[in-house]
């Protein structure tokens, strides 16, 4: 099975920054993955995806410019660095994985197969 772990969350202050990082324990036919985060009382929402080999990568508007998705397939190991944090930016971040880049994108209108458990961010104003 497909087994993914969040790790790098925390607290941390306005303007500060944070590096999540995801691993897959187990072997995976997976071509592409991502992060998503979910606020109290909010519908999880989109934050950034990479293809298998890191050449194509999607942001939502929100984090774009400030947030940089990475992966390193020799560790099995995707990165979401997080720079000019804001209040807003506090939620549970959730890693994602799909044989399907357009399915964690949402392009196409199915469920993402694998999810993490989650790892909460704070951001302090």
């Known amino acids: 099975q497909v087994q993914l772990e969040e790790s790098g969350g925390g607290l941390v202050q306005a303007g500060g920054s944070l590096r999540l990082s995801c691993v897959n324990s187990g072997r995976t036919f997976t071509t592409a993955m991502g992060w998503f985060r979910q606020a109290p009382g909010k519908e999880r929402e989109f934050v950034a995806a990479?293809?298998?080999?890191?050449?194509?990568?999607y942001y939502s508007d929100s984090v774009k410019g400030r947030f940089t998705i990475s992966r390193d397939n020799a560790k099995s190991t995707v990165y979401l660095q997080m720079n000019s944090l804001k209040p807003a930016d506090t939620a549970v971040y959730y890693c994602?994985?799909?044989?399907?880049?357009?399915?964690?994108?949402?392009?196409?209108?199915?469920?993402?197969?694998?999810w993490g458990k989650g790892t909460l961010v704070t951001v302090s104003s």
């Open positions: 994602a994985a799909d044989t399907s880049l357009r399915k964690i994108i949402g392009a196409d209108d199915l469920p993402v197969d694998y």
């Open positions: 990479i293809n298998w080999s890191g050449s194509t990568t």
